[in-house]
């Protein structure tokens, strides 16, 4: 089982560029989340995804958007790339069948250098 | 606000010795609790997690956690340590009730370090 699928899993970028994180996962979880994680803050969430077609904030999502077209796939995306975006990014999804008790499962993670 | 608190940046114990990693939180309803393990350059692994019932549970490679509903905590726990549990431990908690909305909620993190 592939489980959750993130790529790339390394990235540079130069100041003002754009690209896109991928995120995949094969288990119909309807619950997709990107996150961000930095030395000494934990998790923050950027943005997450209850099923296709519905997207919302989380704690941090200045200078991301994301979208949800299909159930299995939640890209985010960087428009201009900032220095303070620096960080290790983590997609994660979870089912929300009956009250929202199951475990997420996590992407490998993808590492991004902004310069 | 909704928050959990890993009050340790790092725990050291001995192999063989216990350890006990902790996390308080603050969120409203009866909350899901969760612990995830994450090694160096891999992403985060699930533990255990309570959801209701007995306030011990028990999850993988031999850990365990009590949740105490008075004090809001949710420690984990192994009775004896192994150099390979060295990593990155995760509390992290999704409110109950109407508050739930699929949001996990982490703490910073505590690095346990097993000394041989």
């Known amino acids: 089982n592939a489980g959750v699928t993130q790529t790339p899993k390394f990235q540079v970028l130069k100041t003002g560029q754009s690209m896109t994180l991928q995120c995949a996962q094969d288990m119909n979880h309807e619950y997709m989340s990107w996150y961000r994680q930095d030395p000494g803050m934990g998790l923050r969430l950027i943005h997450y995804?209850?099923?296709?077609?519905?997207?919302d904030q989380g704690e941090v999502p200045n200078g991301y958007n994301v979208s949800r077209s299909t159930t299995e796939d939640f890209p985010l995306r960087l428009l201009s790339a900032a220095p303070s975006q620096t960080s290790v990014y983590f997609c994660?999804?979870?089912?929300?069948?009956?009250?929202?008790?199951?475990?997420?499962?996590f992407g490998q993670g993808t590492r991004l250098t902004v310069v | 606000a909704q928050s959990v608190a890993q009050p340790e940046d790092q725990v050291n114990v001995a192999e063989g010795n216990p350890l006990t990693v902790k996390c308080t939180y603050s969120v409203s309803g009866n909350p899901y609790l969760f612990w995830y393990v994450q090694y160096p350059n891999r992403g985060l692994q699930f533990l255990l997690k309570?959801?209701?019932?007995?306030?011990l549970v028990k999850g993988s490679y031999g850990f365990e956690a009590e949740f105490n509903k008075s004090q809001t905590s949710f420690h984990l726990k192994k009775p004896s340590a192994l150099v390979s549990d060295s990593a990155l431990y995760f509390c992290a908690v999704r409110p109950g009730g109407s508050s739930n909305t699929g949001k996990l909620i982490f703490g910073q993190g505590t690095t346990l370090q097993v000394k041989p």
């Open positions: 309570y959801i209701t019932g007995d306030n």
């Open positions: 995804s209850v099923g296709a077609g519905i997207t």
């Open positions: 994660a999804s979870s089912s929300l069948t009956g009250w929202g008790d199951t475990e997420a499962f």
